[in-house]
């Protein structure tokens, strides 16, 4: 997800500060799909998401997209 592509409940666009407040505490991610009669499948696949745990084992792949603070 990039900032670039949201806008905030009162039109204005989203900076990085304000998206990674949003993604803080995101414990699950619900995809909403619409029901049909006409629909015989559907199916959704090579989703992905890294995560990043700072006490993961070394042999764990990095999640290079993950920002690390500095403090």
């Given at each position: 997800m990039d900032e670039n592509y949201w806008f905030r409940a009162d039109g204005q666009?989203?900076?990085h500060e304000h998206m990674l407040m949003a993604l803080a505490d995101v414990q699950n991610i619900l995809i909403k799909a619409s029901f049909t009669r006409n629909t015989r499948q559907t199916s959704i696949s090579d989703v992905?998401?890294?995560v990043a745990d700072e006490n993961a084992p070394q042999n764990n792949p990095r999640a290079y997209a993950v920002e690390e603070v500095i403090t």
């Open positions: 666009a989203v900076t992905t998401m890294d």
